[in-house]
């Protein structure tokens, strides 16, 4: 079986990946996983980009099918912040409690009707052969008042989704992976994936 490296040191994310891509005729393995130890600028203007840089820099070192994915919280009212810069927002990169803080604060005065956001994802998918596959995902929301939820990463516990009456960290794996932007853009490479495979 091929092994398909997914290049990001997020655990959550590893967890969801593996959660939505585990009937693929892949070996899926993370970064830590294989002891590869990498930090890549994510300075592109789109996430596209920055998921490209992060899959060619990985699969330079490992030689193998690499996977990465850029994804971010664009806000109607800040005029699509904090887009692709999501992740750093509050400025440490990866402090989920300083940029839900920092999203809190913008929006305080903010009402609800006006607190309209999605969330976007690209994934990226590069061969060792020069072979790429692109997908992207996204879904509507709004932002909350407050956290609510214990599940998820980064600002789920910020997005709250009407249909459920829940924030992405109250929704539970198995409701948040079918409906959010990540997992479409994943079911759109699994799709992707199996037609590559059936062709072989």
């Known amino acids: ?19 939505i891509l585990w009937d693929l005729p892949y070996l899926i393995k993370s970064l830590e996983e294989l002891k590869i130890d990498v930090d ?44 692709i810069y ?4 509050a400025g440490v990169h990866g402090d989920s409690l300083k940029n ?15 607190r309209s956001a999605k969330f976007v994802a690209a994934v990226v998918l590069l061969y060792p052969d020069g072979r790429k596959i692109v997908t992207r995902g996204e879904i509507d929301g709004y932002i909350a008042n407050e956290p ?13 989704v009407p249909e459920y009456n829940k924030t992405f960290a109250e929704l539970g794996e198995n409701i948040k992976n079918k409906i959010s932007h990540r997992g479409k853009a994943l079911r759109a490479l699994k799709e992707k994936l199996k037609i590559a495979c059936s062709t072989n």
């Open 1 to 19: 079986m091929n092994t398909l490296l997914i290049a990001t040191k997020n655990q959550g994310k590893v967890k969801e990946i593996k959660e």
């Open 86 to 89: 999501s992740a750093r927002f």
């Open 40 to 83: 890549v600028m994510e300075d592109g203007d789109t996430y596209e980009e920055n998921a490209l840089k992060k899959a060619e820099v990985a699969l330079k070192i490992s030689g193998i099918p690499t996977m990465a994915d850029d994804s971010g919280l664009e806000i109607d009212a800040l005029g699509g912040a904090p887009g």
């Open 148 to 160: 609510a939820g214990e599940n998820g990463f980064g600002y789920d516990p910020l997005f709250y």
């Open 100 to 114: 839900n803080n920092k999203v809190l604060e913008l929006m305080k005065d903010i009402p609800y009707d006006k």
